[in-house]
C-alpha cells in the first residue's frame, strides 16, 4: 500500500489478562478451572506471536477471576 513503517519508531499497546482462581462454588468444575488457569498461565503473549520489539511494547492488564 506505499506505507512504509520502521518497528523500532512505533508504540505497541497491548492487554494482558491475568487468571485468577476465584471460589469454587460457582461457575466451572473446579478440574476444569485448574487446568484453564494453568493452559492460560502457559500460553505465549502477544508480543511473542507477532515478534513484536519487546522495548517498544505498552501492556495494560487486568486480573479475570474465573
Known amino acids: 500500500m506505499g506505507l512504509h513503517?520502521?518497528?523500532m519508531?512505533?508504540?505497541?499497546?497491548l492487554s494482558r489478562e491475568k487468571i485468577m482462581r476465584g471460589m469454587e462454588t460457582d461457575g466451572m468444575a473446579p478440574w476444569r478451572n485448574r487446568i484453564f488457569s494453568a493452559m492460560a498461565r502457559n500460553s505465549s503473549g502477544a508480543s511473542d506471536y507477532f515478534s513484536i520489539p519487546t522495548n517498544r511494547v505498552v501492556e495494560l492488564g487486568t486480573q479475570v477471576e474465573i
Do not use: H, N
Request: proline residues 12%.
Open 5 to 7: 513503517i520502521d518497528p
Open 9 to 13: 519508531e512505533v508504540s505497541y499497546f
